[in-house]
């Protein structure tokens, strides 16, 4: 996209002769500017402590139970699937270890989607963007193939002077090494995630023989293609451009929220350090101990300067710290020169020299913890207490009633038995609001009517009849009156469900 503006006229030379009175001027000049600035690729450069070792391990956990997890086996027994975790969709189920969810009990993953929501909102108040720092899948994507490429490439300065040099025989190899490696790792991510939907060892083999679906091929080369793209070509973009965490950020976080900070009130002004030039006659010239070496820029992620202060962009990973804390020993410094801190701290420390109180327990801390615990609560409990049966209820819309040769009313229901135990299990069903009422269940003992019906369903499924149930006309008050049907299973366990029974209107 791309706008017109105008540029100024250059006077006429001295020499040159004054143009006509009335005669016609020259148009205008134009130029196309970009409404965009051209994006700079960044090349991170190596670091070693211990923000980038608690990366490094949560990218080893993080991976680790991603792939490993299909692999994970858990009895069910007979005619269940062994897969511990399982989004069995063909079936309408998802396993979770001991967990086993239909589609009607959607409202479990309701609760799970606001508690993760509710932790993340934690996590920002107490840390900032450690999420994204951490445990984004993004991040823990990017910093594998950040490491590919540093393994073929080279460091920092090694990649720039490749992507600048010309193409060589050694530059072109190097290259489709690279992303023939990060290919590789595409192809076991998008193949991993596949595995969640479906019994893993099954579709390795139907891989291995060529027997896989079209389907399951198709989501496999869907998510390798997004995983290379996201993670070896657009990298700190997502966070920045396609990621709406980082809009949200400012109201999450307080004054009291760890984030990546630099100490301005002891780093500035900066200044390079001269080897004859002594700390005294520093401070004397005004200089701090930030020596403006840059190398808290060429380590970050995204490509920023943390000393411009908190930023949008800043993923709160702290490897600029890391960079600082390395030059700060060097040039005998103290640390933290770059650290995780509040805004209230650097505040005590800048007046007092002292720091100040860091509060864990703060209004909106507590709010989340509370949600997150009553939440967390009603679903363990709703676990715990998960039925085994539910029933559903459909009546018939088209007759909305038959008249019978003695006088009676029948309505006719679709009723749907949802057996969720391992065993065949015997019902008995009965009805409550309407005097006198008789239940027949259609292809059975010639739909005989008795004021209970006995109902059996298959173990692990849904088991659909179709019921008439029959009233005098003499216990009928209205057009419209409550029906209760109540569904008992052999092992005691009930389930009811409220609808109408329909009638001519008096």
């Known amino acids: ?21 009335g005669a016609k001027r020259e148009p205008v000049r134009r130029t196309a500017q970009s409404l965009y600035a051209k994006h700079a690729k960044v090349y991170p450069k190596s670091v070693e402590g211990r923000f980038r070792r608690l990366k490094w391990a949560a990218l080893i956990v993080l991976l680790g139970i991603y792939y490993i997890l299909p692999w994970i086996r858990w009895d069910r027994g007979p ?119 479906t019994d893993a060892p099954t579709l ?12 399951a091929l198709g989501f496999i080369g869907l998510f390798t293609a997004s995983t290379f793209l996201l993670a070896g070509f657009a990298r700190e973009q997502v966070c920045c451009y396609m990621c709406p965490w980082p809009r949200f950020q400012s109201a999450m976080i307080d004054e009291e929220s760890l984030v990546v900070t630099y100490e301005e009130w002891r780093g500035e002004g900066r200044g390079a350090l001269r080897k004859s030039q002594s700390w005294e006659e520093r401070q004397a010239q005004g200089l701090g101990d930030c020596i403006d070496c840059f ?19 800043c993923i709160g990973c702290g490897l600029c710290a890391d960079a600082c804390d390395e030059v700060m020993v060097k040039i005998g410094r103290p640390t933290g020169l770059v650290k995780f801190d509040t805004h209230n701290n650097q505040v005590a420390l800048s007046t007092t020299g002292k720091p100040g109180p860091y509060k864990l327990f703060r209004p909106r801390t507590l709010i989340y913890m509370a949600l997150m615990s009553v939440i967390g609560g009603a679903i363990a409990a709703g676990l715990v207490l998960k039925p085994g049966l539910d029933i559903s209820v459909l009546r018939d819309r088209a007759p909305l009633f038959v008249a019978l040769s003695d006088g009676s009313i029948r309505n006719a229901y679709t009723f749907k038995i949802s057996n969720m135990t391992r065993d065949p299990l015997d019902y008995t069903l009965t009805l409550d609001g309407v005097a006198g009422a008789a239940i027949a269940v259609a292809g059975e003992h010639q739909e005989v009517s008795a004021p209970q019906a006995r109902l059996t369903a298959a173990p692990d499924a849904v088991t659909t009849y179709r019921i008439f149930v029959t009233a005098p006309r003499s216990s009928l008050k209205g057009a419209s009156m409550p029906l209760n049907f109540r569904l008992t299973s052999a092992n005691g366990e009930s389930a009811t469900r409220d609808t109408v029974f329909l009638a001519p209107g008096s």
Request: charged share 20%.
């Open 1 to 21: 996209m791309s706008t017109v503006t105008e540029t100024e006229q250059k006077p006429a030379p001295a020499a040159a002769p004054a143009a006509p009175q």
């Open 79 to 197: 005619h269940a699937p062994d897969q511990a975790v399982l989004l069995d969709l063909p079936a309408r189920r998802f396993y979770l270890f001991f967990i086993e969810l239909w589609p009607q009990q959607i409202y479990y993953l309701t609760g799970a989607l606001i508690l993760a929501a509710l932790g993340l909102f934690l996590a920002t108040s107490l840390a900032g963007r450690i999420w994204c720092g951490y445990a984004c899948p993004q991040t823990v994507w990017t910093d594998l193939f950040l490491w590919v490429e540093r393994l073929v490439e080279g460091d920092r300065g090694e990649r720039i002077r490749l992507d600048q040099g010309k193409w060589t025989f050694a530059k072109l190899r190097r290259k489709a090494a690279k992303n023939a490696i990060w290919l590789l790792i595409s192809l076991a991510t998008g193949g991993a995630w596949i595995f969640y939907f």
């Open 204 to 215: 390795v083999r139907d891989m291995v023989n060529f027997e896989a679906s079209s389907t």
């Open 295 to 313: 190398n808290c820029v060429q380590v970050c992620p995204v490509g920023i300067d943390i000393r411009d202060g908190l930023q949008m962009q």
